[in-house]
């Protein structure tokens, strides 16, 4: 089974606006982390956000939060108030197990429009 | 700022050539790893390692070996290259505790003809 899936391949949203990355896992390891990295044309890979098995409350930072729905095994990524610098592929990722293995998903490309 | 450095945006081999990517970090961390990444399919680990001369497979480890004898280096080996490794190889480090995220280096380009 995929440890990471994103289903979206291509998201389109209007400048300004919220748009939603859907990120869900697989993991039975009761501690595991979970991140999301933006990815722009350039190549370089940048952290945005981070979320523990155990946090209770949603990740936030600055324009980007985390939905955490534990039960449901989804960590949505939410960008708020869209800019066009914002285009970029976006990769949901889960650290787990005793090495701090990591896994990503196939990545979401989001087109923001002006 | 963290840094992450790889031997080579680009590279072209020829097939049956033996290929070495070099990774080096610069911030004491203890774990190390070298995916591909390939349109579609995401990020895929090749190899990780935890520690000095420590190693453990990823997904796809099969045509690749590494090898990490300083704490800041970690090389990946294409023992014989072949034209389905052509590939972008990102090296990334973190640190050893829950809240680590990686870090990773800018990227090589390879090229298997």
């Known amino acids: 089974a995929q440890k990471i899936t994103q289903t979206q391949p291509g998201m389109f949203v209007q400048e300004k606006e919220a748009v939603t990355l859907d990120c869900t896992y697989d993991?039975?390891?009761?501690?595991?982390?979970l991140f999301w990295y933006k990815q722009p044309s350039s190549g370089e890979m940048i952290f945005l956000i981070y979320q523990g098995s155990y946090d209770q409350q949603n990740a936030t930072e600055g324009r980007y939060s985390l939905n955490f729905q534990k039960a449901r095994k989804s960590a949505n990524l939410v960008i708020s108030a869209s800019q066009l610098g914002d285009s970029a592929m976006y990769f949901c990722a889960m650290r787990e197990g005793r090495f701090n293995k990591f896994y990503f998903g196939s990545g979401t490309k989001l087109n923001v429009k002006p | 700022d963290v840094k992450v450095t790889q031997s080579s945006r680009y590279l072209v081999k020829r097939t049956g050539e033996k290929v070495f990517l070099e990774c080096v970090q610069d911030?004491?961390?203890?774990?190390m790893f070298w995916y591909r990444q390939d349109p579609g399919l995401g990020l895929r680990l090749i190899y990780f390692s935890y520690d000095v001369k420590m190693k453990e497979k990823g997904d796809i480890p099969e045509g690749y070996s590494v090898s990490r004898e300083k704490k800041e280096r970690f090389s990946l080996i294409l023992e014989s290259a072949s034209t389905n490794q052509t590939s972008m190889y990102l090296c990334?480090?973190?640190?050893?505790?829950?809240?680590?995220?990686?870090?990773f280096g800018p990227g090589t380009r390879l090229t298997v003809t």
């Open positions: 990334a480090s973190s640190e050893d505790r829950e809240t680590g995220e990686q870090y």
């Open positions: 993991t039975s390891d009761p501690s595991y982390g």
């Open positions: 911030m004491d961390h203890e774990n």
